[in-house]
């Protein structure tokens, strides 16, 4: 294994600037695994988002909007919700929440204008996946050394293995996901070189997923990866790999369940969606027993959407604002004496139902349209596979989950998006090229 392969080779890079980009974006992945050190994520940000402002004035800067015109759509939907802030109550809330959001726009402005080659642009998904793999061996480390210290095994479980990063599971699951598409995609690409620690990385993430214990994750990964994966297999008629890798993950799954059952408990009451607005009981937790009086994901999010829908329908077609959606979210939490939502300040568990409630109807089809069916859109022409596997891993994780409303999860999301649109798009390098020739001698 090259423990060095996110170093660049000579003449890689073109420019000084690029360089100095190619760093900043390997210090921001770090950067990503210790939330307790923001500073570093928002400086290099703000580094890579200058340096795009100088690649803007060079040659074929044009060509290159045209290129990561997928990008558009992110900077779009900010200025849309700079737009809804303005027509705010609650403009405080609204200003704060460009604030937390602003590395979309950023990172997005930033990407439209930064270009590497293909090979850089695979060393820098792949040093994501590898500090990944390492961040979770981590915080595994650490859960067993906080497992034989309490003898509690629930360290090895849930929040607690990314305890030291600072990170939730449901956010590092995502990172998770992400790390072994990234794997899989290049062990399927003939151009990058092979290596067995690829294989072992794979299994051991898949591991720390089901510990993670996050279920939108862990099966839309599942899925996704089944029709690529399957899907690849078929097309070369290599029948005998597809069953095998099916008994794998059936004999995976029967040895992971027998060494860690706990995971099983978050699983417990997913079926049981029925509630009591008033039930002033917490939620039951995986390092105990079930119990049916108390609040689970499944019933919680019912509760959750069944208030914010009717929070919409005063408002169906723009929302009530981004400023005000927290203020209103809360007041029908009061009025329906909603006690446990309140105390643990819940949001709407749902991305595309906390665009509905602040933006409307109107605002969540520019929402879609923008982040998945164009970008979806374009990917499927190109071919781009990887760019289409994540963007449908966001996609149905934001079912369940409202990515966007926590640090931790946007500063992975504003970057994986863009970083994920420059995958497989070599054979676009010479047509960009001669638009630039072309653009040059028009001036």
């Known amino acids: 294994m090259n423990y ?11 420019s000084n600037i690029h360089l100095i980009a190619y760093y900043a974006i390997l210090i921001y992945i770090i950067s990503l695994f210790s939330q307790y050190i923001p500073v570093v994520t928002n400086v290099t940000m703000g580094l890579l988002f200058l340096l795009s402002l100088m690649l ?10 045209k290129k990561n015109k997928v990008l558009l759509g992110i900077v779009l939907f900010y200025f849309i919700l700079f737009i809804s802030v303005l027509f705010s109550t609650n403009k405080k809330d609204g200003f704060n929440l460009l604030s937390d959001t602003i590395p979309f726009f950023l990172l997005a402005i930033s990407f439209l204008f930064i270009e590497f080659k293909q090979i850089t642009w695979n060393r820098l998904i792949r040093f994501f996946a590898v500090a990944t793999t390492v961040a979770s ?7 067993l050394y906080y497992m034989r210290q309490t003898h509690d095994t629930g360290f090895l479980y849930n929040d607690n293995i990314c305890l030291i990063l600072g990170n939730q599971a449901v956010y590092f699951a995502f990172y998770v996901g992400i790390a072994i598409l ?18 072992l990385a794979i299994a051991w993430l898949f591991m720390i997923l089901f510990l993670l214990a996050s279920r939108s994750a862990m099966f839309s990964l599942l899925l996704i990866l089944s029709v690529y994966t399957g899907g690849t297999l ?24 027998k060494l860690f059952p706990k995971t099983l408990n978050r699983f417990k009451g997913t079926t049981e969606t029925e509630y009591q607005f008033d039930n002033q009981n917490m939620e039951n937790h995986f390092n105990a027993d079930f119990d049916k009086n108390k609040w689970n994901s499944s019933n919680t999010r019912a509760a959750i959407w069944t208030c914010a829908m009717e929070v919409w329908r005063t408002q169906p077609l723009f929302g009530t604002g981004v400023g005000d959606k927290k203020d209103d979210l809360k007041r029908k939490f009061e009025e329906k004496k909603f006690w446990f939502a309140l ?10 139902l906390d665009v509905l409630m602040s933006l409307g109807l109107t605002g ?8 998945f069916v164009y970008p979806l859109w374009i990917f499927i022409q190109q071919k781009q596979g990887f760019a289409i596997m994540v963007f449908l891993l966001l996609a149905l994780c934001l079912i369940t989950e409202n990515m966007f409303g926590r ?26 090229e001669e638009e630039e020739d072309a653009y040059q001698q028009k001036r």
């Open 4 to 14: 060095l392969f996110f170093l660049p080779e000579k003449n890689e890079i073109d």
């Open 364 to 371: 969540l089809l520019i929402f879609i349209l923008c982040y």
């Open 182 to 199: 990234i794997y899989i995609y290049q062990l399927n690409n003939k151009e990058i070189q092979r290596s067995g620690w690829t294989y």
């Open 137 to 143: 061996m981590a915080g595994f480390g650490a859960g």
């Open 343 to 352: 105390h643990t300040n819940k949001n709407t568990h749902n991305q595309y």
């Open 234 to 257: 078929l097309h070369r008629k290599k029948y005998m790999e597809v069953a095998i890798l099916g008994l794998g993950l059936i004999i995976g799954s029967v040895v992971l369940i």
């Open 56 to 65: 803007l004035f060079k040659k074929g800067s044009g060509a290159l909007v």
């Open 407 to 432: 640090y931790q999860g946007i500063v992975l999301i504003a970057l994986i998006l863009p970083l994920a649109s420059k995958i497989e798009a070599a054979k676009l390098e010479k047509a960009v």
